[in-house]
């Protein structure tokens, strides 16, 4: 009775949300990548069920597979963090009714588990098992292999929110991710397989339809589950406490930025921002985290070749941008009626916003600097790429404030609203990752590589020194749109 | 000073006429309070005044500007409508220099100006090391009352300035109001439910319901409160 009751509220709040009748591009982009991404894995399910037939004849086809289990559901466990977003229920307008918490919880773990999210994989799974399974052992083995490789996603589904639900929290959490997939794949290169052999008997084990397998796996959902209403509870207290910054100790000030007029002071608004908000921390946090994973990759023989080179020297300055910037204006949705009745306040906003991610350019650029020593990349690759970002890159990802129109909530976690962005948002951020490695290679391919440093130095010195050009007219733009702006962030408060 | 020219303003939420007012003109200087049941569209006529909200027909102008086709009467107007307005992540000292920055004000004159709302603040806004978002719905009607008057505005817009705040606050804003607008003649716009205040600070006080303004009314003798009370039943 209450499930169902709690079920329809999230299926309304779902249909009502503002951003549903509006966005009808982002609906467009949903069902085109569903459809997109069903027909690539049906694709793969089949071109796997006759390649390892052919490319491994000692074994069965099914065994090749189950053997790279740990790898689909380490895939898996990574697409999560793009497409699944943590539960979207409203906890808190039921806590006052007389319903125990406990059961809110089973709710939202419960409707984790039956979203059809982790179904997907199916689309794979289905047309292999058909092909590989089915002669050998028959309509039942298909359905149980397909039933245990669907238990499999529920009980990777529940990881994922363990993992998802603390790096929320805090970022370093990250590292038990790391640190158990790291462990896994020393185990199984150093041990002599044991991963793969364990993962290849409990694929057996599902398509032979031992009950073992699929008590092992259900036992391990329940704990999993267990896990995560524990730490879902802790969280539910720390968010409806919130005491955490009712004192600051220390104000920071940044007073050498009073000098820059107007634009000084939003570029300390967008310190404070940053620092003082915990959803943009965490952003921020998780960008420079992965600069330095990105320079780290630099030092590994993978990414000797040339693509390898420009794939994370490109990434290594844009990565923080794309991932703040793409949140333009949204942030500032939570008090975008207080800067619009001000003049030309966005203009000088967009300015510092730009200044500021111009600015973090040399945080990558500092940490390269022995890769460049060692001749891991050169001198022009670096500016190159630099320029290419504060130009190119961030003219893309700054159109996005004409468009952005929906909040992002500064400070709720887990337990509360989720901000999943628009659909133009997904596409324009997917461009800005695209087109520089793109163009970045085709020029390399077709004109040598210091001939397409220099066209992407020059592209990207264009694009900086006329940046007020531009924001101006993205300023300009805005204010076209600002009525369907401002309601949209109004809206979506 | 400001004036401010309404010509056939109209605003729609689906079906409902949300505001539908003709020909109305607020005169430099003066105090106008603005009444009305829930829903007969008070805040969405100051959204339109501020160019927050798009109007469907008609325009304001705001000395001659018409607000929606230039920015240059938000150089001299200050509101405050809602929580929508505050940064919240900044201290109650920050947001305020913050906005004066903004207004080419110096530190040292906005601390200055906020010593004429030493008495509002009761000691309980300024150096208390709290970000906004962690203070009472009380004390960010404070913030968001003096951030729309630190720079002296010349037109005023404050919704439901009374709201959240302690009797003697109210008692105590009421006479901000007042002096604000004989020492710097600023037109002054703000909106109600209490008619008792509303009667003490507005000469001139309009009724509106179902957006329109249905009476204009002369409270330069503190007339307005019978009439008042009459229309909302109030015994």
Redesign the interface.
């Known amino acids: 009775m209450l499930l169902q009751e709690l079920r329809k509220h999230a299926k309304l709040a779902a249909k009502r949300h503002p951003m549903f009748e509006k966005n009808k591009f982002g609906k467009f982009y949903l069902y085109f990548m569903t459809i997109f991404w069903s027909g690539y894995l049906i694709f793969f399910g089949i071109l796997f069920g006759f390649g390892f037939a052919e490319d491994f004849p000692t074994m069965e086809p099914y065994h090749i597979m189950n053997k790279g289990i740990f790898i689909l559901l380490a895939l898996d466990f990574l697409f999560r963090f793009i497409f699944q977003k943590t539960p979207t229920q409203e906890i808190k307008p039921y806590l006052l009714l007389p319903v125990k918490k406990n059961k809110l919880l089973n709710f939202l773990l419960l409707k984790s588990a039956v979203s059809t999210y982790n179904a997907i994989w199916l689309f794979m799974i289905v047309p292999f098992a058909f092909i590989t399974t089915l002669r050998l052992f028959g309509i039942t083995g298909l359905v149980t292999y397909c039933l245990g490789f669907y238990l499999l996603m529920i009980l990777n589904n529940y990881w994922y929110l363990i993992c998802r639900t603390l790096i929320n929290e805090k970022t370093y959490y990250v590292l038990i991710p790391i640190i158990f997939y790291g462990l896994l794949g020393l185990a199984e290169f150093t041990l002599g397989n044991p991963v793969s052999t364990f993962t290849m008997n409990l694929g057996e084990s599902f398509i032979k339809h031992n009950p073992l397998g699929f008590l092992g796996v259900l036992i391990v959902i329940l704990g999993l589950g267990w896990i995560n209403r524990a730490i879902m509870l802790k969280n539910l207290y720390a968010e409806l406490a919130k005491t955490e910054?009712?004192?600051?100790?220390h104000?920071s000030e940044y007073k050498f930025l009073e000098r820059y007029g107007?634009v000084g002071?939003y570029f300390r608004?967008e310190l404070?921002?940053l620092f003082?908000?915990k959803r943009s921390k965490s952003m921020f946090r998780m960008g420079c985290f992965l600069i330095i994973m990105l320079t780290a990759m630099l030092f590994t023989p993978t990414y000797e070749g040339a693509f390898g080179k420009s794939f994370v020297g490109i990434y290594n300055f844009a990565i923080l941008g794309i991932l703040m910037l793409t949140q333009v204006m949204s942030f500032e949705g939570?008090?975008?009626?207080?800067l619009?009745?001000?003049?030309?306040?966005i203009y000088n906003l967009l300015r510092a916003k730009y200044y500021f991610y111009s600015f973090a350019m040399i945080v990558p650029f500092i940490l390269m600097i022995p890769a460049m020593v060692m001749g891991k990349i050169s001198f022009l690759m670096a500016v190159s790429y630099g320029f290419f970002t504060t130009g190119f890159i961030y003219f893309i990802v700054l159109q996005l404030a004409v468009y952005n129109n929906k909040t992002t909530p500064?400070?709720e976690s887990l337990i509360g609203r989720q901000s999943t962005g628009t659909g133009f948002q997904s596409l324009i951020s997917g461009l800005s990752f695209g087109i520089p490695l793109l163009v970045n290679n085709f020029l390399r391919i077709a004109l040598g590589e210091t001939i397409s440093l220099w066209i992407l130095l020059v592209i990207g010195l264009g694009f900086t020194f006329t940046s007020n050009l531009w924001i101006m007219n993205i300023y300009k733009r805005f204010m076209k749109r600002r009525?369907k702006n401002?309601?949209g962030f109004?809206d979506t408060? | 000073m400001a004036t401010i020219t309404i010509n056939n303003l109209q605003k729609n939420f689906g079906e409902k006429r949300a505001v539908d007012i003709e020909n109305y003109a607020i005169n430099n200087g003066e105090i106008l309070g603005l009444v009305g049941n829930n829903g007969a569209g008070k805040t969405t006529f100051f959204r339109l005044i501020?160019?927050?909200?798009?109007a469907d027909n008609g325009s304001v102008q705001i000395n001659d500007i018409v607000s929606n086709e230039s920015?240059?009467w938000?150089?001299f107007?200050g509101?405050f409508?809602?929580e929508?307005?505050?940064?919240?992540?900044?201290?109650p000292e920050?947001y305020f220099y913050?906005i004066g920055?903004?207004y080419g004000l110096k530190k040292e004159e906005v601390d200055e100006r906020l010593t004429t709302f030493e008495r509002f603040m009761n000691g309980e806004v300024v150096g208390q090391?709290?970000?906004i978002?962690?203070f009472s719905a009380g004390n960010k009607q404070k913030i968001g009352i003096i951030s729309a008057m630190i720079h002296h505005p010349q037109l005023l817009i404050l919704d439901e300035p009374f709201n959240f705040l302690d009797p003697s606050s109210q008692s105590i804003i009421k006479h901000i109001l007042k002096d604000f607008n004989v020492q710097t003649g600023s037109t002054i716009l703000i909106s109600s439910h209490n008619l008792n205040h509303t009667t003490d600070i507005c000469p001139r006080i309009a009724l509106l319901e179902n957006g329109k303004i249905i009476r204009d009314i002369d409270n330069t003798d503190n007339s307005a409160e019978k009439e008042l009370e009459d229309y909302f039943n109030v015994e």
């Open positions: 910054d009712t004192k600051v100790k104000v107007e002071e608004l404070k921002l003082r908000n939570n008090y975008l009626d207080g619009m009745s001000r003049k030309e306040s500064l400070n009525y401002m309601e109004r408060k | 501020l160019d927050l909200l798009k920015e240059e938000k150089n107007t509101a409508i809602d929508g307005f505050l940064i919240d992540y900044l201290t920050e913050f920055k903004m090391k709290k970000y978002r962690n």
